[in-house]
T-cell receptor, first 113, second 116 residues
Framework: DGGITQSPKYLFRKEGQNVTLSCEQN?????MYWYRQDPGQGLRLIYY???????QKGDIAEGYSVSREKKESFPLTVTSAQKNPTAFYLC????????????FGEGSRLTVL | AQSVTQLDSHVSVSEGTPVLLRCNYS??????LFWYVQHPNKGLQLLLK??????LVKGINGFEAEFKKSETSFHLTKPSAHMSDAAEYFC??????????????FGGGTRLMVKP
């Protein structure tokens, strides 16, 4: 079955540590996205990528970094510079930047201890 | 610039009664519109989409939505609520090719509660 796989589903981190969230898709989609969701709130865009080796900052990119070395992979690193990293992170993909609906992964919940 | 407003942050209905979740949008170009559902600690699942074909769109689980350009609305409805419909719902707008940016805008979400 085609889809998006996020891992890990739950992750705990000590303050000051970087952590990387994995996102893999086998849908052959060009565009990929990372969103952050806080309790009772909507989705906020962190980064997005429309093509391999290219990505753009979203609305809340500070303290995060990404890479897009392969079409199917779009990992997100939450750095120690992110002041409030505890949240639910969602990865999504789309056929192209302007076409079709978003397909979402199951999410990764990061808790900073 | 595009925007999406979900007019109710919370909606409570009784099981078996109709559901109405309201969404208004603004867009400079011909938009595509989507409704997603999110159950706790899960990703978002597409309920239905409008992409400039029929204005009345039918989706999964008995949901449907009507695109009304004159009212810039895309309200989500279901004739009879089921307990399993309790979840968070998001309205999303995507603009056309003339927008060089991100192109996707999410509403703030509506939490649907279904009472037995």
């Amino acid at each position: 079955d085609g889809g998006i796989t996020q891992s890990p589903k739950y992750l705990f981190r000590k303050e000051g540590q970087n952590v990387t969230l994995s996102c893999e898709q086998n849908l052959n989609h060009d565009a990929m996205y990372w969103y952050r969701q806080d309790p009772g709130q909507g989705l906020r865009l962190i980064y997005y990528s429309q093509i391999v080796n290219d990505f753009q900052k979203g609305d809340i990119a500070e303290g995060y970094s990404v890479s897009r070395e392969k079409k199917e992979s779009f990992p997100l690193t939450v750095t120690s510079a992110q002041k409030n990293p505890t949240a639910f992170y969602l990865c999504a993909s789309r056929v192209k930047r302007d076409t079709g609906e978003l397909f979402f992964g199951e999410g990764s919940r990061l808790t900073v201890l | 610039a595009q925007s999406v407003t979900q007019l109710d942050s919370h909606v409570s209905v009784s099981e078996g009664t109709p559901v109405l979740l309201r969404c208004n949008y603004s867009s400079s170009y011909s938009p595509s519109l989507f409704w997603y559902v999110q159950h706790p600690n899960k990703g978002l699942q597409l309920l239905l989409k409008y992409t400039s074909a029929a204005t009345l769109v039918k989706g999964i689980n008995g949901f449907e939505a009507e695109f009304k350009k004159s009212e810039t609305s895309f309200h989500l409805t279901k004739p009879s609520a089921h307990m399993s419909d309790a979840a968070e719902y998001f309205c999303v707008v995507s603009e056309g090719l003339n927008n060089a940016g991100n192109m996707l805008t999410f509403g703030g979400g509506t939490r649907l509660m279904v009472k037995p």
